[in-house]
């Protein structure tokens, strides 16, 4: 069954920490996605990666940057996570344009 | 300004009650409009993809259409299982990006009551 894997579902932190958020897909897909999502403000593209070490920003890049060092593997990283970065996190991944974006479980982050 | 608009935010409707959530967009050069369902604390689930207008896809219980401006996701005779939130996305070859970035909307959440 073909999925994408964030490695947390659940993860608390302190203000100022760095934070690391890790996802794995395994259909080989070429694009990958970081979303978070908030009620009231649905999804919003943070960042964005079409290939291997390229990135895009999204909508919403302040006070995140990525890493996608392979294929299958893409990161998120919260330079100094303050308490207005808590929200639920979504990785995506999809193969091309005009192809469905499929989604992780998400990882619900709470800084306090 | 490209932009996605689903309607109504919020439906309740009794076992066997059917309905239409609707998407509708604005947004220049549509590669695709997707259907997806939201459980509560998890990521969406991949519903439907529909690319022109005129064109329709059903799974069980579900129908989605696409016109040149919006969206329909009928539901037939609701099961208290359908209880969701959906959400609806278009993917646009807008300039500045590589046009694979989709815009999504709010969504609209779903109780169906037994």
């Known amino acids: 069954d073909v999925k994408v894997t964030q490695s947390s579902r659940y993860l608390v932190k302190r203000t100022g920490e760095k934070v690391f958020l890790e996802c794995v897909q395994d259909m080989d897909h070429e694009n990958m996605f970081w979303y978070r999502q908030d009620p009231g403000l649905g999804l919003r593209l943070i960042y964005f990666s079409y290939d291997v070490k390229m990135k895009e920003k999204g909508d919403i890049p302040e006070g995140y940057s990525v890493s996608r060092e392979k294929k299958e593997r893409f990161s998120l990283i919260l330079e100094s996570a303050s308490t207005n970065q808590t929200s639920m996190y979504l990785c995506?991944?999809?193969?091309?344009?005009?192809?469905?974006?499929?989604f992780g479980s998400g990882t619900r982050l709470t800084v306090v | 300004e490209d932009q996605v608009t689903q309607s109504p935010e919020a439906l309740r409707l009794q076992e066997g009650e059917s309905s239409s959530l609707n998407c509708s967009y604005t947004?220049?050069?549509?590669?695709?409009l997707f259907w997806y369902r939201q459980d509560p604390g998890k990521g969406p689930e991949f519903l439907f993809t529909?690319?022109?207008a005129g064109e329709e896809k059903e799974k069980e219980r579900l129908k989605a259409t696409l016109t040149k401006k919006e969206s329909f996701l009928h539901i037939t005779a609701p099961k208290p299982e359908d209880s969701a939130t959906y959400l609806c996305?278009?993917?646009?070859?807008?300039?500045?990006?590589?046009?694979?970035?989709?815009?999504f909307g709010t969504g609209t959440s779903l109780t169906v009551i037994p």
């Open positions: 947004v220049s050069g549509l590669r695709g």
């Open positions: 995506a991944s999809s193969l091309g344009m005009r192809t469905a974006t499929l």
């Open positions: 529909l690319y022109s």
């Open positions: 996305a278009v993917q646009a070859s807008s300039s500045g990006n590589t046009g694979n970035q989709f815009y």
